[in-house]
Each structure stands twice: as structure tokens, then as C-alpha cells.
């Protein structure tokens, strides 16, 4: 299966549908007035599609297990067809469109397996995906493309040569990802006043988004912090709460990292986690969609 460890959980929503097509006006009938033989053909049917989407999993070896939280079944007839309608819905990591169009035809087929006997002429077409929402086409904005970051590395060690970065370099591979230029790229001792200059400095000449990875840990000389509060006009904290609750699901000591998100005018700063894990997947549970701040700080225009 394809790996969706990094991906975040919203809420998902797929429509499927199937058409069935009987032969003549009195099997529609039957259906209305329930008299086909074998039973309620409009109730079971639903059983059938409701049991057909929690059971996707056991039958198509790619798609993942999860949690559906809602399905909705219902029918429209027009002529002698019968057009069924299945929706699903999940909180989750990836969409539930097959499990939609698996519900629509294991209910299709159902009405097939009871009309058959005074039917001899269905026929099941048109078995697709009618709508989804919530994955990530659902969140795509039209994302300013002249944005500007600065990437500074806090590091007694790297500064020493005595360690190479790779939380700088994981960083600049997910803005390249975002379309969002590199302004610069470097590396300082974790010294408070350095870490303050570098903000006024860079916030002065234009930097949209200055990130800072290293000093968010608890050692004495963490004090990342500390430098970039006393200079934010406002925090975020959503930003904050992301990050974490995003690393607390991959690792118990995420919790222990005090990242920081707030606006010197109108420039985003970070201060994410030093170790490459930690600054990759902060990246990843905030990017893209941290850069919908820029609609509000900058405007629109892309």
C-alpha cells in the first residue's frame, strides 16, 4: 500500500453512483410495491452497499483500512432506471472514493441477484465517482508564487564544522516543494543576540518567511525561544499546536520541542526542532497550507 504516514487527517467525503436499468415498467412496480420474491429489493440492497464499503479493505489489497464514520444510500428512479447514490464519509489520512464506488456496485449488483428472477434483461452501467472532497485538491490555494524565505541554522556544533545540517537542508527541500525561492541560507551559534539580529536583519530586506531550525529543545543553550518572542507582534498558536500534535503521533518525545510561529510585520517566522526528523516533518504538517497566511498579510496576487 502506499505509504500516507506523512499525511494529515481531514475530513474525507466521496459520491459514487450506479445506474441499474430494468426492462419494463412492472418490475419497477415490484420494487415500489415490494412484492418482488426474494424481499425488500430497496432495503436489502442498502444492507448489501453498506456492507460492501466497510469491506473494501478485504477486497482491493491497495486500499487501506479506515474508519468510516458515515454512508449515506439512497435511490432515483427516472423511467426504468434506477439511479443509486452512495456517500461516504471519514476523518482520515485518505480519501474514500473507492469505498463509495464499491458500496454503489456491490448495491447495484444486489438489486441485480433479486430482480433477476422477473427480470431477465438488467442491465448495471455507469459505475463512477460523482464527487470528493476534503483530500488535498479540497486545499489548494492559489498560493503567492514571489515569496521569499531565509533559513537559519542554530547550532553550536555546525557553526564548529564538528556536524553536518541536514534540518536546514530538509527545510529548503520543502519550500523548492511549495515553489518558494530561497532568499538565503546560513548557519549561526546558538547566541541569543545573533538570533535576534538575524531576524531584524533579514525582516528588513524583504525575507517573507525567515525559519529557524535548532535551539527548541531543553538544554541551557536552547534558547531559541526566548531571542524571537520578545520580537513577534503575534504569535500563532495554531501553528504551534500543529507542529507538535503532528510529531506527538510519531514519536513521545515531540512534546518536549517549543516551536514558535508569529509575524514580525508582515514576515512569518518559525523556530522549528533541530534534528532532521523533527524539521522534516514540521515542514510537513504545516506546508502548504501555512502559506494561505501570506492572502492575509500580503494579498492575493500570485
Known amino acids: 500500500m502506499v505509504d500516507i504516514t506523512h499525511k494529515s487527517s481531514t475530513l474525507r467525503t466521496a459520491t459514487a453512483q450506479a445506474i441499474v436499468k430494468v426492462s419494463r415498467q412492472e418490475t419497477i412496480e415490484a420494487i415500489l410495491n415490494k412484492t418482488v420474491p426474494k424481499g425488500d429489493v430497496l432495503a436489502m440492497s442498502k444492507a448489501a452497499g453498506l456492507l460492501g464499503v466497510k469491506k473494501t479493505p478485504e477486497l482491493l489489497p491497495d486500499c487501506h483500512p479506515l474508519p468510516i464514520e458515515f454512508t449515506g444510500i439512497e435511490y432515483e428512479i427516472n423511467g426504468l432506471e434506477i439511479t443509486v447514490l452512495v456517500t461516504v464519509k471519514t476523518i482520515y489520512k485518505t480519501g474514500v472514493e473507492v469505498e463509495a464506488m464499491h458500496g454503489a456496485s456491490v448495491v447495484a449488483?444486489?438489486?441485480?441477484?433479486?430482480?433477476?428472477?422477473?427480470?431477465?434483461?438488467?442491465?448495471?452501467?455507469?459505475?463512477?465517482?460523482?464527487?470528493?472532497?476534503?483530500?488535498?485538491?479540497?486545499?489548494?490555494?492559489?498560493?503567492?508564487?514571489?515569496?521569499?524565505?531565509?533559513?537559519?541554522?542554530?547550532?553550536?556544533s555546525i557553526t564548529e564544522g564538528k556536524k553536518e545540517d541536514r534540518a536546514g537542508k530538509a527545510i529548503i527541500a520543502k519550500l523548492e516543494e511549495c515553489a518558494v525561492n530561497i532568499q538565503d541560507y546560513i548557519i549561526i551559534p546558538d547566541e541569543a543576540a545573533i538570533i535576534q539580529e538575524k531576524a531584524k536583519h533579514y525582516q528588513a530586506n524583504g525575507a517573507d518567511l525567515i525559519i529557524y531550525t535548532g535551539g527548541t529543545g531543553l538544554s541551557m543553550r536552547d534558547v531559541t525561544p526566548e531571542a524571537l518572542k520578545p520580537l513577534l507582534d503575534r504569535t500563532i498558536p495554531g501553528i504551534e499546536e500543529a507542529i507538535r500534535k503532528y510529531g506527538q503521533e510519531r514519536m513521545p518525545y515531540a512534546m518536549l520541542s517549543r516551536s514558535v510561529a508569529g509575524t514580525i510585520k508582515n514576515t512569518l517566522v518559525l523556530a522549528l526542532p533541530g534534528s532532521t526528523n523533527g524539521a522534516r516533518e514540521s515542514m510537513d504538517a504545516i506546508f502548504p497550507s501555512v502559506l494561505h497566511v501570506f492572502r492575509i498579510l500580503k494579498g492575493a496576487r500570485h
Open 109 to 156: 449488483l444486489n438489486m441485480y441477484d433479486m430482480l433477476k428472477p422477473i427480470d431477465k434483461d438488467i442491465e448495471l452501467f455507469h459505475i463512477k465517482l460523482v464527487e470528493k472532497k476534503g483530500g488535498k485538491s479540497s486545499f489548494q490555494d492559489k498560493f503567492r508564487r514571489d515569496l521569499n524565505a531565509v533559513i537559519i541554522v542554530c547550532s553550536d
